[in-house]
């Protein structure tokens, strides 16, 4: 078979051929990792965000 007979019999697939539900378990984002949510890794900015999200958190457990 030709690769012109195979093209349209098939077509053309540009795609990964991989499995897409293969990396479902990994944090996609650095932002969603427990390091970044708690401000451990040292950023300044990061501290101040997890103390805000501290605060939210703690905002009605006091009622």
Known sequence: MS???DI???GINFGKGGNKN????????KA????YITGAH???SA???AK???QRANRH???
């Not at 990396?23 to 996609?28: E, L, Q, Y």
């Open 32 to 35: 969603k990792k427990k390091k």
């Open 61 to 63: 457990k006091g009622k």
């Open 22 to 29: 293969s990396d479902s378990g990994k944090v996609k984002t």
């Open 47 to 49: 501290m101040q965000k």
């Open 3 to 5: 690769d012109f007979d």
């Open 52 to 54: 805000y999200r501290e």
């Open 42 to 44: 040292g950023s300044g």
């Open 8 to 10: 349209l019999m098939n």
